[in-house]
């Protein structure tokens, strides 16, 4: 059995394989292609078990890899502390170490959502990108006019009233060019972001899973999407409080000689899971009515507001796990809290 460690960078790959006695087999720096790193693992004596670290340049290694037949392990590089806390650190060595830690069965493995799962991440994760560089250009036209304390009817600078009056708007020459290209930009990715929020809408009709999630207060379409991507297969959690780690929702702990001390949350795993759900929290601060908002403004008067926004953040990841794992609507009432 041979156990192959890369160390993956957008130019070059170091690749190290060991036996399963650990003994070093081969190892090479290689360019980052696809048919160099294929050309060097067909000429060993059988597939190796691959174990790659998750970082931006793993996407197309990765499929190329698993269409080929090999079995890929992908590591979380936070949690692999061999390498992490190296004092000496350099790509040879990280490889060798991470296919000592493969052989070992030491490997903090990232899930890999399926193909599908995956574009549909990517599409919901393109269209938030989006939505904070609208965001930007929005301060940016504030700002201009807040220079020359020029004030709108209306506070939507895209859509309406708004749009209207800033087509009236005449600053000096030296910053009117800069309020239109603004403009210009702002109008550009609010037409993108419509025509993604169209087809966000769209999936979320077409999909059953996203219907259910949608029966909890706060959750839309574009976070039910979400909670779908980022989480992948619900049974993959034993409980929903593993899921709100999973988010970074729970909050961080430090116990020693018998004391334990709590802090903020982790804010470790999917920061878009946790996004759309703290979204979904201010929707439903908004809307009164439900369960959820009571327990909001509970939260609120024990904790203060930004606090109960996240509260009611984690409280949404835990009905959504109760709903995706018994596959039917919210009903406050049927909801075990713990």
């Not at 970082?55 to 080929?68: C, E, Q, S």
């Not at 392990?73 to 060595?93: E, G, H, V, Y």
Request: glycine share 4%.
């Amino acid at each position: 059995m041979l156990y192959a460690g890369m160390d993956v960078h957008l130019r070059t790959t170091y690749i190290s394989v060991i036996d399963e006695t650990g003994k070093q087999i081969a190892k090479k720096n290689l360019e980052s292609n696809e048919s160099a790193i294929m050309a060097f693992l067909n000429q060993l004596s059988s597939k190796p078990s691959v174990v790659m670290e998750s970082t931006r340049a793993w996407y197309w290694l990765y499929d190329a890899l698993v269409n080929a037949g090999y079995k890929v392990t992908m590591s979380n590089p936070l949690k692999t502390k061999a390498i992490a806390s190296a004092k000496i650190k350099n790509d040879k060595l990280d490889a060798q170490m991470l296919a000592h830690l493969l052989r070992a069965g030491l490997v903090a493995e990232v899930y890999v959502s399926d193909l599908e799962t995956r574009k549909l991440k990517e599409l919901l994760r393109h269209r938030s990108k989006l939505v904070r560089d609208a965001a930007r250009f929005k301060v940016r036209i504030r700002n201009l006019l807040a220079h020359h304390n020029v004030k709108l009817p209306a506070s939507d600078l895209a859509k309406g009233k708004g749009r209207a009056a800033l087509e009236k708007v005449r600053l000096p020459d030296y910053q009117q060019s800069q309020l239109e290209t603004n403009l210009t930009l702002l109008d550009y990715l609010v037409f993108e972001v419509d025509t993604l929020n169209r087809t966000v809408q769209r999936r979320a009709k077409e999909d059953q899973q996203a219907q259910l999630l949608m029966s909890i207060p706060g959750v839309g379409p574009v976070v039910a999407l979400t909670i779908l991507a980022e989480v992948g297969d619900i049974s993959r959690f034993s409980s929903h409080r593993k899921l709100a780690s999973y988010a970074g929702l729970i909050p961080r702990l430090h116990a020693s000689g018998g004391i334990e001390r709590h802090g903020r949350i982790t804010k470790q795993g999917s920061k878009w899971l946790r996004t759309a759900l703290v979204e979904a929290a201010h929707c439903v601060a908004r809307n009164r009515g439900s369960q959820l908002n009571i327990y909001f403004k509970k939260r609120i008067v024990r904790s203060g507001y930004r606090k109960a926004v996240v509260a009611t953040a984690h409280r949404i990841l835990q009905f959504a796990y109760y709903v995706l794992r018994d596959q039917t609507p919210y009903r406050a009432e049927q909801i075990k809290t713990a």
